[in-house]
């Protein structure tokens, strides 16, 4: 087992049983059981195929601790995601870990929009949002939805093929159709496979001139 780092984890073993975490100094906040060994290995490849970063929560400016979507009746079983690391008062920093990450807009004071997690109950809880990256008591009050899934033509999958580098299967919401893809951002996998699909199609058309 290995730590974002990419170096070896280290083990420990108590009457909670075994876990794996990072040794390294400065600590890539990696923690896992012994019994979700395998399904972070999953996720961890996932992250780092999709090409990104470890991302740092904007109220305490630590690296985040990656976890996964533990729930096997939901349809993201497996995910990685993000989440504050700090263990005394954690912030409401979410971010989904296996997709590029999304661009941001700026705030009113010209500085790049953090994302949060709603967490208080109601229609809007576990929704993501952008607003302003500073505390309180110097926020400029920005606030905006992140996209929703309604505004992402192709279901969220995450069937990785272990192939090197790994892809991953995608499902069109409108039409069913099913594609693979390298890339692990929705968006420019679907995008891509539009564009196959015209280069496809103006190909055929060139051969069925010829006959």
Known sequence: MKCLHGKSASTSTTSNGSFWFCGQNPSCHFFCSEEDGYRFEKAIIAWKSAGAHQPQCHEHQKLARMRIVKDPMKEDYGRPFFVCSHREN???????????E???????????????????EGLNKDRTFFCCPNGKDNSCSYFEWTPSEEDIPVCPCF????????????????????????????????????????????TNAFENMKL
């Not at 661009?103 to 010209?110: A, D, I």
């Not at 790049?112 to 208080?120: E, L, Q, Y």
């Not at 192939?163 to 951002?185: A, H, L, Q, V």
């Open 90 to 100: 954690p912030c409401s920093f979410w971010q989904w870990g296996d997709v590029a």
């Open 102 to 120: 999304t661009v941001r807009p700026n705030c009113r004071h010209g500085f790049p929009c953090c994302i949060r997690k709603v967490k208080k």
């Open 159 to 202: 069937e990785v093929n272990f192939s090197m580098p790994p892809s991953y299967n995608y499902t069109i919401k409108r039409t069913g159709e099913r594609f693979t893809s390298r890339c692990g951002d929705r968006m420019k996998a679907f995008k891509e496979h539009l564009e196959n699909k015209s280069k496809d199609n103006l």
